[in-house]
């Protein structure tokens, strides 16, 4: 049976995003299949080149994307948990079997999951065990292309040349024009800088009846033709419940349980200001993805749970 491997890249910068990569090779190794290693032993061009091919030719690989918000919300440790769970949700959409998943470094990121006892660490894995050099691989070349497409938007800190980490021209910068939307304002120097301070009693949308409701909507969209790229997408100011892709178009949904009907459906609550964030979060969303949805037509949509978690209504409303 095949292994999945996983690596991540992306703890240390002051901007970015955190992203994991998972990787099932083919079970008999072609030839560039020897050419992987350690992404950071290999040169820009030939990782790039590996990474194209493994895109094309591995059964199945996945990235987990956790953004600096979520970084800043979670703290890297749990962000780093978040961003291995993702990248193997990618992978199992894929449906192919594994038998061993191998975790770069020495902890089990999948600790507390039904995979956890499928899961070795090893330090150094990304140089020793193929499929682990893959997702690193896949994961340094997402990210970079990533932190060029940053540089763009924000051409006053150079990500495109040092991808977020701190070298002195990046902090040299962030002292003359302050900071951005991709620094991790928990990290530092940012967060003396900035006095950051993590709110403790954030509250995370794992309620029973929000839960049910939005895997309602998600079996709901997905029966129409829907995959599901990402639930509970936070910024600072908002979270996206839901957020599809069908046919072209990236639908942000917005899905709202009521345990009864009494005071009126639960699309009344989506009003100018809630409409008004949405589309905030959306556009944060395709910021942050740009390069993987920069394609799609975005939409704003809401759905309706009654109290028997039945989607009774789901519309588009911008």
């Excluded at 703290?75 to 191998?102: C, H, M, N, P």
């Excluded at 403790?200 to 997905?222: F, H, M, P, Q, R």
């Excluded at 990402?230 to 419940?241: L, M, P, S, V």
Aim: with cysteine.
């Amino acid at each position: 049976m095949a292994i999945l491997g996983i690596d991540e890249v992306g703890r240390g910068p002051l901007a970015g995003p955190l992203v994991v990569g998972a990787v099932i090779l083919p079970e008999n190794w072609p030839d560039w299949v020897t050419e992987l290693r350690d992404s950071k032993k290999l040169s820009a061009k030939k990782r790039n080149y590996l990474s194209e091919i493994i895109e094309k030719e591995a059964p199945a690989t996945g990235l987990g994307w956790v953004s600096p918000i979520e970084i800043d919300e979670l703290g890297i440790s749990d962000a780093l948990k978040l961003a291995t769970r993702r990248a193997v949700e990618e992978v199992r959409k894929r449906s192919v079997s594994f038998s061993q998943i191998v975790i770069d470094g020495k902890v089990n990121f999948l600790e507390g999951t039904s995979l956890a006892n499928y899961v070795s660490t090893a330090i150094k894995a990304d140089d020793l065990i193929k499929e682990v050099s893959a997702a690193s691989i896949i994961a340094k070349v997402a990210r970079d292309n990533y932190m060029v497409e940053a540089g763009k938007l924000y051409p006053k800190y150079g990500f495109e040349k040092h991808v977020g980490y701190g070298t002195t021209k990046h902090i040299a910068a962030i002292n003359e024009y302050g900071i951005c939307e991709e620094h991790r304002k928990s990290f530092e120097p940012i967060k003396s800088l900035i006095g950051f301070v993590r709110d403790k009693n954030v509250v995370k949308n794992t309620t029973s009846i929000g839960a049910k409701g939005e895997d309602a909507v998600c079996e709901y969209l997905v029966q129409q033709g829907h995959i599901i790229v990402a639930r509970n997408f936070k910024t600072y100011f908002y979270e996206i419940d839901i957020i599809s892709v069908c046919d072209g178009k990236i639908y942000f949904t917005e899905v709202k349980t009521r345990r009864n009907n009494l005071h009126g459906g639960g699309l009344l609550a989506i009003d100018a200001k809630k409409l008004k964030q949405m589309k905030y979060a959306a556009e944060c969303f395709l910021k942050y993805y740009k390069f993987k949805f920069g394609g799609f037509d975005p939409l704003l949509a809401a759905a309706s749970v009654n109290g028997d978690y039945q989607v009774s209504d789901w519309l588009i409303i911008h």
